[in-house]
C-alpha cells in the first residue's frame, strides 16, 4: 500500500480560470502525447523493418488478440471513475482503491481466458511465446488508465506526460538495439513492450506522490454500487473495442500475416491519433461533469466549443494524411510495406470520425445516458463482424477498412440520437469555416505533393509538415474559425488551484 495524501484543490471560481487550467492540462499533455507519439513511431520503424511485414502480422496479432479481452476487462471503471472523483463531496482515495482491486479482479480472469482461447486455435500455436509479454503488458497499461483519472482531476496531466515520454524513450532505445544486434524474433520485441509498460506504471505511482493515497482494497457495497454504475459503460466498450479489433483477429483467420502486417501498419498511425480527442476530452470530462449536473446551459456552450476544437484537429488530420499517406508509410514500415499507404488513406476517414465519436461518448456518460448507448455499440459490433466476415476474404484489408469506417458512421449517428433524446445538441460551430482553412492547406499538396514525394520521397514530409500548418492556422485566423484570444489563452500559465 502506498500512503500518499492529497492536497486540497480547487479550481478558480470564474470560467476564464477554469479555461486556462484545462488548456494549460490540454497543452502539457498534448505535447507530451506528441513527444512520447514520436518516439513509439520510430519504435514502429524499428520494429516493422525488424520483422518484416509476415513478423510484424504475428507480432500484431498477439496484441490484438489479447486486446479484446484486455478490452473487456476494462469494464468501464475509467469513465465511471473520472466522472465520480470530480464531484463534491466524494472519497478520491476510495474510489481508485475500488475501481484498481475490480480491474486487477478482471484482468487476471480476462487475460488468462484470453490465452486459452489464443492457444486453442492452431494458427496460432507458433506465436504462443509471446502471449505472456503481452498479457503483462496490457495489465500494466490498464491499471496506469486508472491513475490518469487522478491526474485529469488534479489538473497535473504533465506527470503522467513525463512518465509515457520516459517509457517510450525506454521502449526506442531497447528495441533500437534489437533491430541493430539484427535480432528478428517476436517474443522478445513483445518483452520490451511489456517492460516499459511496466515502467510507465511505476513512474506514474511515483508522481503520484503529495497527491493522493494509492491502496489496493474496497468493500463489498463499495464494489457492487461502482459495478453497477460501470456496467452500462462496459457493455458499451466491450462493443466498442472488440470491432475495433476484431478485424485484425479476421484478417488474420482468413488472410496471410504479409496482409496483417500491412494493414496494422496503417493501423498504428489511427491508433496514435485518436489519443489526442481523448486526452483533450478525458482532461475536460471533470468540468462537463460538474457544468451538466450544476448549469446545463454551461454544459451545452462547453460540449459546443469543444466539438469546434476538436474538428480543428480532425480535419487538417485528414486532409493532409489523405496526400501524405505514401511518405508515411515509407517512414513507418519503409519499402515493404509501402502498399499500406493504400488501407491508411481509408482508414484517416475512420479516425476523423473517432474524433467526434469520442467526445459524444464521453457526452453521453457525463448525462448519465450509458445504458441508452448499449444497444448502439451492440448493434455496430454485429455489424462489422457481420462485414467483416463476408469482405475480408475476398477484399482483404481494403475490406476491413471500410467496414471501419462503416461502422465508425453507424456509431457516430447513433450517439448523436441518444444525445438529442436527452435534449442535447451537438453541433460544430464554425463547421464551414474549419472545413475551408483546411482546403487552403490541402493546396500546396494538391499541387505540389506527387512531384515532392516522387523527387524525396520520405524526406518530402519534411518541408509539407511545416509549410501546411502554417497555412491552415493563417487561414483558421483569416476565416475567424479561431481568434487570437483562442491562442493567448491556451498559452496562459495560469495557477489552476488554490
Not at 478490452?71 to 464531484?87: E, P, T
Not at 515520454?165 to 521502449?171: F, H, N, T, V, W
Not at 533500437?176 to 524474433?185: E, S
Not at 506522490?209 to 457493455?235: D, N, S, W, Y
Request: with cysteine; proline share 4%.
Amino acid at each position: 500500500m502506498f500512503d500518499f495524501v492529497m492536497p486540497n484543490r480547487s479550481l478558480e471560481a470564474s470560467p476564464s480560470g477554469v479555461a486556462r487550467a484545462v488548456a494549460v492540462n490540454t497543452v502539457w499533455g498534448g505535447a507530451g502525447r506528441i513527444a512520447g507519439g514520436i518516439f513509439a513511431l520510430f519504435t514502429l520503424a524499428f520494429t516493422s523493418r525488424a520483422l518484416g511485414p509476415e513478423g510484424y502480422g504475428g507480432y500484431a496479432t498477439i496484441l490484438a488478440f489479447l486486446y479484446l479481452f484486455s478490452a473487456i476487462a476494462d469494464g468501464g471503471l475509467y469513465q465511471v471513475l473520472v466522472r465520480d472523483i470530480s464531484r463534491s463531496g466524494s472519497a478520491p482515495s476510495r474510489l481508485l482503491a475500488t475501481a484498481l482491486t475490480l480491474r486487477l479482479l478482471s484482468l487476471g480472469g480476462f487475460l488468462l481466458l484470453g490465452a486459452a482461447a489464443f492457444l486453442a486455435i492452431p494458427r496460432y500455436l507458433s506465436l504462443a511465446a509471446g502471449l505472456p509479454f503481452a498479457a503483462l503488458s496490457y495489465a500494466a497499461l490498464s491499471l496506469a488508465q486508472l491513475l490518469m483519472a487522478v491526474f485529469q482531476k488534479e489538473l497535473v496531466v504533465h506527470r503522467a506526460s513525463l512518465a509515457e515520454i520516459a517509457a517510450r524513450i525506454l521502449q526506442l532505445l531497447l528495441t533500437g538495439a534489437l533491430f541493430f544486434a539484427g535480432v528478428r524474433t517476436i517474443p522478445l520485441f513483445l518483452a520490451v513492450l511489456a517492460f516499459t509498460s511496466a515502467v510507465q506504471l511505476a513512474l506514474m505511482v511515483v508522481f503520484l506522490h503529495g497527491t493522493l493515497r494509492v491502496q489496493i482494497g474496497t468493500t463489498i457495497k463499495e464494489a457492487k454500487a461502482m459495478f453497477r454504475e460501470a456496467l452500462p459503460v462496459a457493455l458499451s466498450l466491450a462493443f466498442t473495442l472488440v470491432y475495433f479489433r476484431l478485424d485484425t483477429i479476421i484478417l488474420s483467420l482468413f488472410r496471410d500475416p504479409e496482409e496483417v502486417g500491412i494493414y496494422n501498419l496503417s493501423y498504428k498511425l489511427l491508433e496514435q491519433l485518436i489519443f489526442f480527442p481523448a486526452m483533450f476530452v478525458g482532461v475536460l470530462t471533470p468540468i462537463l461533469s460538474d457544468a451538466f449536473v450544476r448549469d446545463r446551459a454551461r454544459f451545452q456552450r462547453i460540449l459546443e466549443k469543444t466539438s469546434s476544437i476538436i474538428a480543428m484537429g480532425a480535419m487538417p488530420m485528414l486532409v493532409g494524411g489523405w496526400f501524405l499517406a505514401e511518405p508515411l508509410t515509407l517512414l513507418l514500415g519503409g519499402e515493404a510495406f509501402r502498399i499500406a499507404q493504400e488501407p491508411m488513406r481509408v482508414l484517416l476517414i475512420a479516425t476523423f470520425l473517432i474524433f467526434f465519436g469520442t467526445l459524444l461518448g464521453n457526452a453521453v456518460v457525463v448525462s448519465g445516458r450509458q445504458r441508452a448507448a448499449v444497444p448502439i455499440y451492440a448493434m455496430a459490433m454485429l455489424f462489422n463482424i457481420a462485414v467483416n466476415v463476408l469482405v475480408i476474404p475476398a477484399y482483404s484489408y481494403m475490406g476491413a477498412a471500410w467496414t471501419t469506417v462503416a461502422t465508425e458512421l453507424v456509431v457516430t449517428a447513433g450517439l448523436v440520437l441518444v444525445l438529442r433524446r436527452a435534449a442535447i445538441a451537438f453541433t460544430v460551430p464554425h463547421a464551414a469555416r474549419i472545413a475551408g482553412a483546411a482546403l487552403v492547406m490541402a493546396l500546396p499538396l494538391f499541387l505540389f505533393g506527387r512531384t515532392l514525394i516522387a523527387s524525396l520521397g520520405v524526406a518530402s514530409l519534411a518541408p509539407l509538415l511545416v509549410l501546411c500548418p502554417l497555412l491552415y492556422l493563417g487561414a483558421l485566423f483569416a476565416m475567424r474559425a479561431v481568434t487570437r484570444e483562442d491562442i493567448r489563452l491556451l498559452f496562459s500559465v495560469r495557477t489552476a488551484g488554490t
